[in-house]
């Protein structure tokens, strides 16, 4: 059996009851941080589950899950993923494959930036399609068109744009600032006067923490802000509800 487990927003404290249940009674426990920051404590979560955890890179989800779906046929391995499982379709991949293969199958479900979108004050189903803003040595010959075009898309349609902040392989983190910056690159490309200095703009960090970071404004003012520690997203706002306007109010850059 194989057990996708999300472990919630912020740290091993958010990991739920079933989810627990799961992995204590697991003869593998896997955990992969590649596709979002985690800022728990490995070790407690070991105590806490009283099992070794080992830590699975990409390709051991990607090229090499096979080993994984073989070791699944025969014991009840659990996955252990920030977040929710299934936002990210790496995991939809392996899944579609275990089935394939008769493998069983469980997605134990938990909290996504998805729903913690809405701590910004923003009406989470005005939310349009989301996208990938991807570390600058990944622009330096192709600049992400794609981006721009969901972002247009949802304007267009007075919807919200949810942007991602992208993660290296050895885990480095992208800053607002590098993403804003590869945006108004975009934008001197594009010319749709979408993502401009004047642009207001959510930069929305560290969703589940005792510490959330909202800053809403325009995109002058944050440019060259530190923000402090990741992970973090950046909403660009489409057509505002006037409790929606309000709500910002209390986050605006001052």
């Known amino acids: 059996m194989l057990s996708f487990v999300g472990l919630g927003l912020w740290d091993e404290e958010d990991l739920t009851l079933k989810g627990l249940a799961r992995s204590q009674k697991a003869d593998v426990v896997y955990i992969e941080f590649y596709t979002s920051h985690w800022h728990g404590n490995l070790k407690k979560l070991e105590k806490t589950i009283k099992k070794k955890i080992n830590i699975l890179k990409r390709e051991n989800l990607e090229e090499k899950s096979d080993k994984i779906l073989e070791e699944a046929r025969k014991k009840k391995v659990v996955i252990l993923v920030p977040g929710d499982p299934l936002i990210a379709t790496t995991h939809i991949s392996v899944i579609s494959k275990a089935i394939k293969d ?16 809405a701590e910004t004050g923003l009406h989470a ?23 721009y075009e969901t972002l247009k898309e949802n304007i267009g349609s007075g ?7 992208d993660v290296a392989s050895d885990e480095k983190y992208m800053t607002p600032n590098q993403a804003i910056r590869t945006m108004l690159k975009l934008e001197e490309v594009m010319k749709q006067n979408l993502f401009t200095y004047n642009t207001r703009i959510i930069v929305f960090g560290r969703a589940g923490s005792d510490e959330p970071l909202i800053l809403y404004g325009k995109i002058k003012d ?22 929606e306007k309000e709500f910002l109010e209390f986050y605006k850059v001052k």
Do not use: Q, R
């Open 159 to 165: 919807l919200h744009t949810l942007l991602f902040l």
């Open 102 to 117: 008769d493998i069983e199958v469980e997605v134990i479900h938990n909290a996504s930036i998805y729903s913690s979108i």
């Open 125 to 147: 189903y005005k939310f349009g399609a989301s996208a990938t803003i991807p570390l600058p040595e990944k622009t330096s010959e192709v600049l992400p068109l794609s981006t």
């Open 222 to 243: 944050l440019l060259e802000k530190n923000f402090g520690e990741p992970p973090f997203v950046i909403i660009v706002p489409g057509k505002l509800h006037f409790t």
